[in-house]
């Protein structure tokens, strides 16, 4: 952790950052297996599922990932300098922005659905 000895603010922003990032991609998969019981999908459950208690826990994860997402790229104190601002919320807006840019523009042409017979070899199984 030598960064932090240069700039807790640097040290700041990488963690805050990479938890962001977490909590986002975390965030799009329960909300999507959410909307899609919701929507009355009977989804191909695996070793286990939550049973009666699953829309609770789901709608408890949903909310407490916003609540992460919203607070986490908040500064951690008071008041805010250039030396304390936790620069990982509009890094990680341009990072989200630049990919959907990149999306809209050249990645849908590239993009091949993968299948279950490319990603698993008959050979390998």
Known sequence: MLINIASTSAIYA???LNN????????????????YKIRGGQPAWGPFKLGRWGYAINIYAICFLVFIIIWLPFPPYLPVTGENMNYSG????????AALIDWFFWGHKRFAVPTKRSVFAEEDL
């Open 90 to 97: 509009p890094i990680f807006l341009f990072i989200l922005c």
């Open 14 to 16: 990488i963690l805050s």
């Open 20 to 35: 962001l990032a977490l909590c986002t991609s975390y965030l799009q998969i329960v909300g999507s297996f959410f909307i």
